[in-house]
């Protein structure tokens, strides 16, 4: 039995974004605003925020600019993620996921930007 895709309403977030790697035992910069995400494993201190507020010394991977699957959407919802990744995948478009309490952010390279923004539309998601 194959389950309805969902369709996600996205909403694009202003700037430029990168993903950096810092060693496990970094502490979090303090002056970061914006959407940022944290993620702290044994192996590394991994935040995604704003290019201009790049942690000095970090491994930085960019620039990528972020879709905001807003919600809130309920925890058994699935195959939201899916949804945004299929058909950027099957184009060869690299993605980065970060997920909230209430929503998911798709993030690909900035350079790639327009080309995603086509292929979530034609997929039947709404853009804004």
Request: charged letters at 15%; aromatic letters at 6%; hydrophobic letters at 40%.
């Amino acid at each position: 039995m194959t389950l309805p895709v969902p369709a996600v309403e996205l909403h694009a977030l202003p700037g430029d974004y990168v993903i950096v790697k810092l060693s496990p035992s970094s502490q979090v910069p303090a002056d970061l605003n914006g959407f940022v995400s944290v993620t702290r494993t044994p192996q590394e201190l991994s935040i995604v925020c704003p290019d201009a507020l790049a942690p000095d010394g970090a491994e930085p991977d960019g620039p990528w600019k972020a879709l905001y699957a807003s919600g809130p959407m309920p925890f058994g919802l699935t195959g939201v993620v899916a949804s945004l990744v299929a058909p950027l995948s099957s184009a060869g478009c690299p993605v980065f996921v970060t997920s909230t309490f209430d929503g998911d952010v798709l993030m690909v390279p900035s350079a790639k930007y327009d080309q995603t923004r086509e292929l979530l539309r034609a997929a039947g998601h709404t853009l804004h």
